[in-house]
């Protein structure tokens, strides 16, 4: 990192620019997309919560069960497919809840792992991406990416189930 940053340091020398200005700049312009951008994840987290606390998450899970037991995907780790697109954080909490009932080198732990490691927060990173851009026709990108998640978590059961 170091020398990665060095490097850095030397070209911008070697191109004449001016670091400290351009930084001063950049940090200037990431206070205005916090400020752009925050409404939208506070709306993000109040639903996540508002599911949990309604008890609707768990009543998603008693009625996708026997799908995602026939798609390969066990029941153990459903709420954590549910609630992955939507937050990180409670992903991870998920995760760790996984870990201590049933242990990370186990069949449920090893899929839980997996589907963390090859899914995102989908609405948060749309927020975050489409609020900069001039893409505000989201029609198609939201669900091909909810049905790309839901592959990689089919493959990701998979591959665990063989391995």
């Known amino acids: 990192m170091p020398v990665l940053i060095a490097a850095l340091m030397l070209y911008a020398r070697f191109k004449k620019v001016e670091t400290y200005n351009v930084f001063v700049k950049g940090a200037k312009g990431s206070v ?10 506070v709306a993000i987290m109040v639903m996540v ?16 069960a026997p799908l995602f037991n026939a798609l390969g995907i066990p ?3 459903s709420e954590l497919v549910l609630l992955r697109p939507f937050t990180g954080s409670g992903s991870y909490a998920i995760l760790k809840d ?7 080198d186990t069949y449920v732990g090893r899929c839980a792992s997996v589907i963390m490691g090859t899914s995102e927060t989908l609405f948060y990173v749309a927020t975050v991406y489409f609020s900069q851009t ?7 990108a939201i669900p091909l990416a909810l049905v790309c998640n839901i ?13």
Do not use: H, Q, W
């Not at 996984?98 to 990370?104: H, K, L, P, W």
């Not at 592959?151 to 391995?163: N, S, Y």
């Open 49 to 64: 919560a508002l599911m949990r606390a309604s008890g609707i998450t768990d009543m998603l899970i008693d009625l996708l």
């Open 32 to 41: 205005n997309l916090v400020l752009d951008i925050f409404p939208f994840i």
């Open 75 to 77: 029941t153990e780790v």
């Open 134 to 140: 001039s893409v505000k026709k989201l029609s198609y």
């Open 151 to 163: 592959f990689g978590t089919i493959v990701a059961c998979l591959v665990c189930r063989v391995l």
């Open 98 to 104: 996984i870990y201590t009932t049933y242990g990370v």
